[in-house]
């Protein structure tokens, strides 16, 4: 219940290295730098409802903890996989559809921010929202 809010990004760390280590071109990544994303998140019990609306989109999705669902990042990349809460850390493992290789999502509340952290193929990103 904790994550249930409207989060803004406010900054990110390595999220171009990151984007360039999951394939995505120079001209998306400088792009997505700029997305303005904000994220709510509604938690009740195990079930989630999220929605995303960035410069480039707005996608609205449910899903339950430990129930495998299908994801498809902004630029394209489709993805399937599970999120699990382990303690106050909620902890996703997606496996890309196009290579089998997994990329792993933590969501955690740390003061006044979330932090997601991203890491694919030993590249670690952050991107630090607060509430808005």
Known sequence: MAFNGTWKVDRSENYEKFMEQMGVNLVKRKLAAHDNLKITLEQKGDSFHVKEVSAFRTLELDFTLGVNFEYSLADGTELAGTWAMEGDTMKGSFTR?????????????IGEELIQSYSYEGVEAKRIFKRG
Not at 97 to 109: A, E, F, M, P, S
């Open 97 to 109: 559809k196009d290579n089998g290789k997994v990329l792993t999502t933590t969501r955690q509340i």
